[in-house]
């Protein structure tokens, strides 16, 4: 019952805004991750129906055991839509079933209602702007070459048709060198190259701040990154650096520096030094870091003005923006 307590907490939020869908589920637990993700979102993108057939099935008014919407939005979406509700048995899960029947006839009722032959006709379409956004793959030449990653694309068949109009397109961006395009449904997450830290998923407006930075590739360079956590910023410069002269990477979290310090060592960057501590709390002329020419700041969370290909999920069709936080792709 506990994953589902903890995909209704993303629920709420969500709604109270506390931050973007992406944002929000990098804060659940590792372990419970993809399986809570995968229910929040599929949860949203039914949720308008959800809402009809709990409200018709007078399930909320009826069973005060389920003490909100959300967790009986992600318990009857499972029972409607899934193999049923994934716990053992218990007095949560015996409330909903009671109303299993009520539930599936309202159900069925909306898609006649509708006009709907299939289930996935209910779900909410995406939002136009979201669905124009390519998969930004940054390639991380502190591993490997651009070259070397379009050819390794190619010969797994992809071409270079651009992102769009093809399901294998993909493009070299015209702006930020190293930054590839692919069509905005192409997954990475078990992708090796991902995984090895070859590619990066960075979106491209985070991609600026490092290429216009431009840190030179030299022995003697010291820069800083101020607020580096989780890092796709720092490995960025890492790459622009080549991996040489001397990078200070500021955390003051402890749990983000954690991040940091994984992505770091995935991406293969050596030049690094990740630090535990408050950049403020730093003397200005400390010898370390005194002779620092570049310095990187990007301490807010906010991601006002971007377009989240999640963030259409939320509310009733109303367009909302990302407030992009924490470990999400166009950090
Ligand atoms: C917007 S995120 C940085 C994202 C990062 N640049 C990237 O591209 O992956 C801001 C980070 O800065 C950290 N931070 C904020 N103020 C800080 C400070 N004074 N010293 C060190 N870290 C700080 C926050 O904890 C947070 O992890």
Redesign the pocket.
Known sequence: MNFYFEAAKVLDRLDAKQGSIKGVIATVPEKDRRRTAALVIETLKYKTVLCDVITAANLLKEERKITSLNLALVLVHDLLLVNGIQTSEGPIKQAVLRHKTRLRSEFQKIKIKRGVKSTTDLARTGDDRAEKIPRYVRVNTTCWTTEEAVESFLSRGYTMTGPFGHSKGFAKDQHIPDLLLFPPDTQFVDDPLLHTGKIILQDKA?CFPAYILAPPAANGTVVID????????TSHLCALMKNKGKLYA????RK?FATLQTMLNRAKCRNTEPINA???TIAPDDEKYATATHILL????SGSGIVNRLDHLLANGAMLIAFAEGAGSH?
């Not at 101020?226 to 910023?233: E, Q």
């Open positions: 985070s101020a607020t580096a956590a989780p890092g796709n910023k500021f955390e003051r979290d983000r408050d950049f403020l990007d301490p807010s969370c950090r």
